[in-house]
Structure formats: structure tokens, C-alpha cells
């Protein structure tokens, strides 16, 4: 069955690290999304991209990056990371064509910890 | 006006009861919108899809008011396994094929 996965499901960095958080999705979606949830805001758009080489920036995207070289990945990249990024971070993908277009499917998530 | 606007709750309702969320929005060019189900530290995972007035899926129903620029999710027969938050998803204003998450509305099914 297709999925998508997010890998590390946990992880522990300290303050300034480059961190990098993965996500891999096989439905062979155009569209994938980088969001996180901290209480009281719900989910927050960090990146985004159409298509492959294709990247753009949500609402939160500072301080974080991402690269799309293939359909399947798109890996977010905190360069410097700081405590204020610690989240749970979802990662998620749509088809981008056809009626269902706009339907997202999310990853399990990751829990990082900046100390 | 905020893109989508939820009562964040708590709902706390007896098993089998109906119980109905409203999510209003600013947009009144949205065409499609969007109910997920999240669980306590999970992802969220979609609910269901409403494209045109409404759709029905056993005891879901979702139903778009124009109009009033409002989208609602009604549960009928409250089971204990229903108890989530609920995300409203609104197409969002600002670029093709993004969306914007309500806060959500939290959902608890009492024995």
C-alpha cells in the first residue's frame, strides 16, 4: 500500500545543530507539505513544493529550508536549530490533479526537542 | 476575519448522542473543504471531502452553507472511539492548492 513516512519519529538536538527530518511518500503525489503544531496554533505551513525542483515558502519558514530532487522526499532542513523550534513537525502530500486535488495525507509525525 | 474559525471546545457529549461542529471562513471563492479526525499525538488523517452542499458517510455528515460561508460536521450516535479533535480545512487564500487548518474542535464521548 502506498504511505508516507517521516523519519526520525523522535529526536533530541541541542541549541545551533543542523538538524534534518525526512519524509518519504510513495502515493506518487505532486504536492508536499511541511507543517508544524505547537498548542494553541494548530497547524503551521513551513515549506512546500508542486514538483520536483519546485520549493516555496509557507508562514513559519524561517530558519528552515527544504530541497525537492525527486518525486518521493522532501527533506526539512533546520540550519541552526533553536529551542523555539521545538514541535511536532508533519509532513504531507496531495495529488495536485483531478477532483481530489487538494485532499492531504499526513506522516506520523516528528517530536523534536531542542535543548 | 481569520481563513477558518473553530470552537476549540471542549465538546463533552453522553455515548449516542448527535453532537455538530460549525467552522466558518473568509474565502468565498473555496471550492472544496475538509474535516480531519486527529488523535492525541497522531496525525491528522481526513474525515471526509465536501465539494458541493454537503456529503454522508454512515453517521458523518458534513454539510456547506455558502451563504453563510460556514461548513459543519455532524455526528450522530456518539460512540467512545469518536472522541478526537476535529480540524476544518479550508482551501487557503493566498496561493493554489494550499490549505489552511482550523485550531480544531476537541470531541469528548463520555460513558
Known amino acids: 500500500d502506498a504511505e508516507i513516512t517521516q523519519s526520525p519519529r523522535h529526536k533530541i538536538t541541542e541549541t545551533g545543530r543542523q538538524v534534518t527530518l525526512a519524509c518519504h511518500q510513495t502515493w506518487n503525489h505532486n504536492n508536499m507539505f511541511w507543517y508544524r503544531q505547537d498548542l494553541g496554533h494548530g497547524l503551521r505551513l513551513i515549506h512546500y513544493?508542486?514538483?520536483?525542483?519546485?520549493?516555496n515558502k509557507g508562514e513559519v519558514s524561517d530558519g528552515y529550508s527544504v530541497s525537492r530532487s525527486n518525486t518521493e522526499d522532501l527533506p526539512l532542513t533546520l540550519e541552526s536549530a533553536a529551542s523555539s523550534q521545538t514541535s511536532v513537525y508533519f509532513c504531507a502530500s496531495s495529488p495536485g490533479i483531478g477532483k481530489a486535488s487538494n485532499e492531504q495525507f499526513f506522516g506520523p509525525g516528528t517530536r523534536l526537542t531542542v535543548l | 476575519r481569520k481563513e477558518v474559525e473553530q470552537d476549540p471546545g471542549p465538546f463533552n457529549v453522553p455515548e449516542g448522542a448527535t453532537v455538530a461542529f460549525n467552522c466558518t471562513y473568509s474565502?468565498?471563492?473555496?471550492?472544496?473543504f475538509f474535516w480531519y479526525r486527529q488523535d492525541c499525538r497522531k496525525e491528522p488523517k481526513l474525515l471526509m471531502s465536501?465539494?458541493?452542499s454537503g456529503n454522508e458517510d454512515g453517521r458523518f455528515t458534513a454539510q456547506l452553507n455558502r451563504a453563510s460561508q460556514y461548513i459543519s460536521l455532524l455526528i450522530r450516535d456518539s460512540k467512545l472511539s469518536d472522541s478526537a479533535t476535529y480540524l476544518c480545512?479550508?482551501?487557503?487564500?493566498?496561493?493554489?492548492?494550499?490549505?489552511?487548518f482550523g485550531i480544531g474542535t476537541k470531541l469528548q464521548v463520555i460513558p
Open positions: 465536501v465539494y458541493s
Open positions: 513544493s508542486y514538483g520536483v525542483q519546485d520549493t
Open positions: 480545512v479550508v482551501p487557503n487564500s493566498g496561493g493554489y492548492q494550499k490549505v489552511t
Open positions: 474565502n468565498s471563492a473555496s471550492q472544496s
